[in-house]
């Protein structure tokens, strides 16, 4: 049969095992707000007195007590790898829409002072000109206004530039991120390997581990399997970055595009250091690679910016080239680069035109004879801005697809980041610290190491009676 003093045993295991559970309800309480956290839980399992049962060798003891098996890390699995998809899905999404929107922002678009209106404002020049081809005052406003139109396209090609630039940067830092997460993840994985094989709780550990996870996951969509010993392999596409312990390291390829005008001779390449191999990026840098590539969004806006600069260029001077000015001059063109190159772009398109009584807007010569003075070119090109085929059509063209583009991406990222939401509250759900219950814990674990007191006081009562006054009775 059990022993009296094997009930001290019994007591002293309970007021462990409670003491234990108010250890890890206080470190869910003291971790409620930090990020990435996932609440703890005591596992508590009954002793047996009968360790190994035989047939001469039993005990009529009901137990001996309680022994805390385990603490528990509430994470749900499936759960952990559904938020990193749809991280790295929300990641993208917010990088391609915040792009957009960046790319709207250099056109303006509706606006007064935009470039489609001031294209009509130049139009209008043309034909204030053509009604009055002796006046100098509306050949001043019509240079001007021209001037305007070219310094609003050198601008948006310019702003443009401007943010494949800011972008290329931010590509080059985020890669370097990348490197230093894995690096960590490399390390934890060593960490917890060694604590779990020596019996030892990594919890703390693995929380750390999983906030570079989520990181990876939202810089370049990587994905992550668990092994059995506690390590997790992550993978980038179907590459891997981090083998339990090792890593391999991202780079982008030297040599790589700086500038949008770099694109006509190189490309931006984020590639594996050891294979050199194309990495299948997602998340923010797959999205800033789609931005970046060459045929990417950035460049085929710039191309088509370029074009409407030389429809622009080639429909005015096809016209322009046949009239007369004041002085008598003609075949000059209106529009060409202001800076010597012979190539036409958005960025470098300008006004050759400066002197008033140089404007070629005449069908005949004012100097001939007989003279001839009137408007008619400046009405013919007045007339391009309703060419099917013109600067102005293709313009709007740009801004309507501009525009869709745009609102689909916004669209897309707003659903997916519902989606995200509900993933994250779902893990919250299991994972997250509540302190409501955390306070029922806490009270259910101090009553329990109250009771666990309450029964060693009555065993030592009982002891005392037994040792000190048994058999003093009549004395």
């Known amino acids: 049969m059990g022993s009296t003093f094997g009930g001290l045993n019994t007591a002293l295991t309970s007021l462990y095992a409670q003491r234990r559970g108010l250890d890890v309800t206080g470190q869910n309480i003291a971790n409620a707000n930090t990020e990435g956290y996932t609440r703890q839980r005591v596992v508590m399992q009954s002793q047996n007195a009968n360790l190994v049962p035989g047939i001469y060798a039993t005990t009529s003891a009901v137990g001996s007590g309680v022994t805390v098996s ?40 509706p606006s007064d002072t935009a470039l489609q209106s001031r294209m009509q404002d130049m139009w209008d020049g043309f034909n204030a000109v053509a009604a009055n081809p002796d006046k100098a005052a509306p050949k001043s406003a019509l240079i001007e206004q021209a001037t305007t139109v070219a310094a609003s396209l050198n601008d948006a090609a310019a702003a443009l530039d401007s943010q494949y630039e800011s972008t290329r940067a931010g590509l080059d830092t985020y890669y370097k991120d990348v490197n230093k997460a894995a690096d960590s993840i490399a390390k934890l994985n060593k960490e917890i390997v060694v604590a779990q094989a020596a019996g030892l709780q990594a919890n703390e550990l693995q929380d750390q581990r999983g906030q570079q996870m989520l990181k990876l996951s939202e810089l370049v969509g990587a994905t992550a399997t668990e092994l059995p010993n506690g390590a997790i392999n992550v993978y980038v596409g179907s590459g891997p970055l981090v083998s339990e312990f090792s890593t391999r390291e991202i780079e982008i390829e030297t040599g790589g595009a700086m500038r949008l005008d770099d694109l006509n001779s190189t490309t931006v390449n984020l590639r594996w250091k050891d294979t050199e191999a194309p990495v299948a990026a997602g998340g923010t840098m797959g999205a800033q690679m789609e931005l970046l590539a060459k045929g990417g969004t ?95 059509s293709a313009y709007q063209s740009l801004i309507g697809d501009l525009g869709v583009s745009a609102q689909s991406s916004i669209r897309r990222r707003d659903i997916q980041n519902a ?50 006054r048994t058999g003093l009775v009549g004395r």
Do not use: C, W
């Open 298 to 392: 950035l460049d085929t806006i710039n191309t088509r910016l370029n074009e409407i600069a030389n429809k622009l260029a080639d429909n005015v001077n096809d016209k322009y080239r046949t009239g007369y000015s004041s002085d008598g001059t003609t075949g000059e063109d209106f529009f060409g680069t202001y800076n010597g190159d012979l190539t036409l772009t958005a960025a470098n398109i300008g006004v050759k035109v400066s002197d008033p009584n140089k404007l070629a807007i005449s069908s005949g010569n004012p100097k001939g004879t007989p003279a001839i003075l009137n408007g008619e070119v400046a009405d013919d090109l007045s007339e391009l801005s309703t060419s099917r085929t013109g600067a102005d």
């Open 70 to 109: 385990s603490v528990e890390r509430l994470r749900n699995t499936a759960l952990d790898q559904r938020s990193f998809t749809e991280h790295a899905n929300s990641a993208y999404h917010n990088e391609r829409a915040g792009s957009y929107n960046l790319i709207e922002d250099v056109f303006g678009e």
């Open 419 to 468: 989606v995200t939401d509900q993933v994250d509250g779902a893990r919250d759900a299991e994972s997250g610290v509540n302190l409501d219950e955390e306070m029922t814990n806490l009270l259910t674990y101090q009553r329990g190491y109250e009771a666990a007191s309450r029964v060693l006081t009555t065993i030592d009562s009982m002891l005392d009676q037994l040792i000190n």
